[in-house]
């Protein structure tokens, strides 16, 4: 695929799909308009595609139960699945402490600001 381009391929208006690259990371494409090149287009074929806009960015959710927000950055906790590993209050609580209020295992623990809810929390307020 790496010598395929834009023009090489067959797609639908509208219609969502998937590129993966690295073996594994996935982002999802929508092809929203298209129409023949003008002369007041650029017409340097180099800097097509033309990105029209900007990527939005979900807020951060926890690594363990994937419903509540990241409030935790925990390092070195060798159950986890990551070595760094953002959790919520909830999973650090019951996955990283036992009922005595005492961590389970050394790990660090640091506050996690998500930057997106920092944006949303300024724009309300």
Request: hydrophobic share 35%; with cysteine; charged share 25%.
């Amino acid at each position: 695929m790496e010598d395929t381009r834009v023009r090489d391929l067959e797609f639908r208006l509208g219609y969502p799909y998937v590129f993966v690259h690295l073996g594994n990371c996935e982002h999802i494409v929508v092809f929203v308009d298209a129409r023949l090149k003008h002369k007041q287009d650029v017409q340097d074929p180099n800097r097509y595609p033309i990105n029209w806009g900007q990527p939005i960015k979900l807020a951060t959710k926890c690594s363990l139960c994937s419903l509540n927000l990241a409030n935790w950055i925990v390092k070195g906790d060798p159950r986890l699945p990551q070595e760094n590993c953002l959790l919520c209050d909830r999973c650090l609580k019951t996955f990283c402490y036992d009922k005595y209020g005492k961590k389970v295992h050394s790990l660090k623990v640091y506050p996690y600001m998500d930057e997106f809810l920092q944006k949303q929390k300024n724009f309300t307020a």
